[in-house]
C-alpha cells in the first residue's frame, strides 16, 4: 500500500472518531462521502466539519495548514467547512477557519513551499506552531 493510500485510511478513521464524538452532542450528524467541501455535516446547527490529521506535528511542533497545491488555491483558502477538527493522536481540538487566518495573520507565520511526504507536487502552506494554533481552538470531548 503506498503513503497516500496509508493516509487516506488512517484519515477516514479519524473522520469516524470525530463523527461519533460529535453525535453524542448531535445524533444527527453525519459522515459525508465524496463531498470536496468539508467531512461531517450536522443538520442540527447547519454546519460542516473539515478533519485534519497530523500526527507529524508531535515530532515538528508544527501544524500544516495547506493553501495552494496544484498550482491552485487549495485546503484553507477554498474551505466550505465551518469548522476544522485537528488531531495530533491525543487531542481534537475545533477552531473556526476565520480562528485560523487570525492566528497566520496576527502571529506572522511566513508561507513555505515543500512537498510533503506521499506528494508528487510542491505545497504552500503554513507551519503554525501546534500550541499557538489550538489556543485559538476548543477542545472537542
Known amino acids: 500500500m503506498n503513503t497516500f493510500q ?18 453524542r452532542k448531535y445524533p444527527c450528524a453525519t459522515m459525508v ?22 500526527p507529524m506535528s508531535n515530532q515538528t511542533g508544527n501544524i500544516v495548514i495547506e493553501v495552494w497545491m496544484y498550482d491552485k488555491p487549495s485546503a484553507l483558502l477554498t474551505t466550505t467547512a465551518d469548522f476544522w477538527v485537528f488531531y495530533d493522536d491525543s487531542q481534537f481540538i475545533s477552531i473556526t477557519p476565520k480562528k485560523i487566518v487570525e492566528c497566520i495573520m496576527l502571529n506572522g507565520i511566513g508561507l513555505k513551499t515543500f512537498t510533503g511526504k506521499g506528494d508528487t507536487v510542491a505545497k504552500k502552506a503554513y507551519l503554525v506552531p501546534k500550541e499557538l494554533l489550538f489556543s485559538y481552538g476548543n477542545v472537542l470531548q
Open 6 to 23: 496509508k493516509d487516506l485510511d488512517r484519515g477516514i478513521k479519524v473522520e469516524q472518531q470525530v463523527w461519533m464524538l460529535l453525535q
Open 33 to 54: 462521502n465524496a463531498f470536496k467541501g468539508y467531512d461531517i455535516w450536522i443538520p442540527e446547527i447547519n454546519k460542516g466539519v473539515e478533519v485534519k490529521y497530523d
